[in-house]
């Protein structure tokens, strides 16, 4: 099965494991787009349609987002808190997909409002195989959530090319990748 116009967002600080994980998603059947930002800011700035991100045709919301812990600039904790305070992005289900797999890290982004919890696995087939049941279960199974106020252009009503951005966390000096969950 192709699954076309299905906007998945990567948030991967990691290159490589976002090149293999776009590349797993393309080989079981995402054709278009796969989108990858590299930080937590990138991601709001991303799902905010600010910037570079003005253009809902090339840059359209996700269905789904992949978010890894590790970020630099806007930890996971905060880029996922701010999300689930955005009246119209709460409902946009988040795939933690990451190396780390701790309970206490497990727990902490259940609580903050993630979806699913998955380790990357170290061997790229593992990966296809992942990405197979994640799509096969997020894409086609899985009755999607309408954001608040979604167009079916991928644009908000209202609010012109984007979602506006509120509740911002303050980043203290230092946090990002290292600050504690």
């Given at each position: 099965m192709s699954f076309v116009n299905h906007t998945i967002l990567i948030v991967d600080n990691d290159?490589?494991?976002?090149?293999?994980?776009a590349l797993a998603l393309q080989k079981v059947g995402v054709i278009t787009p796969v989108q990858t930002v590299s930080d937590g800011e990138e991601a709001i700035s991303?799902?905010?349609?600010?910037?570079?991100y003005r253009d809902r045709e090339s840059?359209?919301?996700p269905v789904l987002?992949?978010?890894d812990l590790k970020l630099p600039r806007?930890?996971?904790?905060?880029?996922?808190?701010?999300?689930?305070?955005?009246?119209?992005?709460s409902r946009l289900p988040?795939?933690?997909?990451?190396?780390?797999g701790e309970s206490s890290l497990v727990n902490r982004a259940y609580e903050l409002g993630c979806n699913s919890y998955l380790v990357k696995p170290a061997a790229f087939n593992a990966l296809l195989v992942m990405m197979q049941g994640l799509v096969q279960y997020w894409l086609n199974l899985n009755a999607a959530p309408q954001l608040c106020g979604a167009t079916g252009s991928g644009r908000l009503a209202g609010t012109g090319t984007g979602v506006a951005r509120t509740d911002l966390p303050d980043i203290a000096a230092g946090a990002g990748s290292d600050a504690k969950p």
């Open positions: 290159p490589d494991h976002a090149h293999f994980t991303y799902l905010s349609g600010e910037g570079a840059t359209p919301l987002m992949l978010l806007l930890s996971w904790v905060e880029l996922l808190s701010w999300l689930r305070k955005q009246p119209e992005l988040v795939i933690v997909l990451t190396q780390a």
